[in-house]
């Protein structure tokens, strides 16, 4: 399935680059709303036009539902589920429970004795609760005179906090340190690293961490693989060049869902991606037509590098390279490495998306990979392009060269 690209031109006189899956998912991430998100909204979370949305929207109305379109009671919990998760954080973030005093080991007695001293100095006399105390009357008079100080520096932490958690609740809590950063400073907000770090730690704001994965590449012995085109060097000097692709699984209910992708190597923008319940060739020719519709159909020489799994090695998809003048490649068998980008992708999506989720339906695993997948092209930052998004790179990288060419 492919994504709208704002930093591409369209192909006039060529096929709608939006496939039927494409306008479906759309259709049901809007519906999933229930009125509460406008078409605007939506239609800038998944990177189309808010009309063309709502034409789909309306088309789908005057469809009759068929069985298949019909929600279940699963699908009806799963649009409680995402209006539940649209009003903010989910809850289990670590986060104290409101007006509750937590302290860091060791503060109780550091951040009270001066306020007991304050308290009761006028009973007392400073130097006699200092005495039995133990502390220098010196330090108490510090910390007095650094009240003012002390409450500003507060505010300020407490409001950079609350932007931290804005960002992290955009990005559904994906988000690590580097990211968290890269979005602040993007926003105008230049922060010191460390002190986002010693913040989310302290405030319990934790980015998703990568879980185990499972093998899915099948190797078909009886095809001989193409050559390796790409040498793990995975870089292109422009747009389709070089691509990669790769299947997953997503695990839904109590089988699998399969999720194939073509990435550019560019921009690491997912230029096509389609899910279906088989690993059938028919799954990796559907997403490579996607990905060939995205372009225009003007592919002819990009160079599509994959694993020697037996879907790529098939002659049906060879055959349907061929059509397109695209130039197969192939890794070694049992080398990540040699594959890399695409398992990178992979790794973020199931640290970022799937990070404890518990799909009981297609329907919900499909809203929930387009609305990560679209996030990922629009906004996602990158950290080998300058924590740039896919689609913010695409457009700088075409801006410089019109600038280059019109000098």
């Not at 992708?261 to 279906?276: C, K, N």
Request: charged share 25%.
């Amino acid at each position: 399935m492919d994504l709208v690209d704002p930093g591409r031109e369209v192909q006039t006189g060529c096929p709608s680059k939006y496939s039927d899956e494409f306008r479906r998912d759309a259709v049901a991430l809007y519906r999933a709303s229930e009125g509460r998100r406008t078409f605007a909204a939506v239609a800038k979370e998944i990177g189309v036009n808010h009309e063309t949305l709502r034409n789909w929207v309306r088309a789908a109305d005057t469809e009759p539902a068929s069985a298949g379109q019909m929600l279940n009671a699963e699908e009806r919990a799963e649009l409680a589920r995402l209006r539940t998760a649209e009003r903010g954080v989910a809850g289990r973030e670590g986060d104290p429970a409101p007006g509750s005093r937590v302290f860091r080991t060791g503060d109780e007695v550091r951040a009270r004795r001066w306020d007991f001293i304050s308290a009761h100095a006028a009973e007392f006399g400073v130097q006699r609760l200092c005495e039995i105390l133990g502390v220098a009357r010196s330090g108490y008079y510090a910390w007095r005179a650094g009240a003012r100080a002390r409450a500003d520096r507060a505010a300020a932490e407490a409001a950079l906090v609350g932007e931290i958690r804005e960002v992290h609740r955009e990005t559904r809590g994906a988000y690590g340190v580097p990211r968290v950063r890269a979005e602040l400073r993007a926003q105008g907000r230049v922060v010191n690293r460390k002190r986002i770090a010693r913040l989310m730690r302290e405030h319990g704001i934790i980015g998703r961490h990568l879980r185990k994965r499972c093998r899915t590449l099948v190797q078909d012995r009886s095809v001989p693989p193409a050559p390796d085109l790409v040498g793990r060097d995975f870089t292109a000097g422009g747009p389709d060049v070089r691509w990669v692709g790769d299947i997953t699984y997503l695990p839904v209910g109590g089988s699998w869902m399969y999720l194939a992708t073509v990435i550019d190597l560019h921009s690491r923008r997912l230029v096509g991606w389609s899910m279906a319940d088989h690993m059938c060739i028919r799954l990796v020719a559907d997403v490579l037509k996607a990905a060939v519709a995205t372009c225009g159909g003007l592919v002819d020489g990009v160079i599509f590098h994959s694993d020697r799994g037996s879907q790529y090695g098939s002659a049906e998809f060879a055959g349907l390279c061929r059509c397109h003048g695209i130039r197969r490649s192939m890794g070694k068998v049992g080398s990540s490495y040699d594959n890399a980008a695409a398992e990178s992708f992979f790794a973020s999506l199931k640290r970022e998306l799937m990070h404890g989720a518990r799909w009981a339906s297609q329907h919900q695993a499909r809203l929930e990979v387009f609305r990560w997948v679209s996030f990922c092209n629009l906004r996602r930052r990158h950290s080998t392009l300058g924590y740039l998004s896919p689609v913010q790179f695409e457009q700088q990288t075409a801006a410089s060269r019109r600038i280059t060419l019109a000098a």
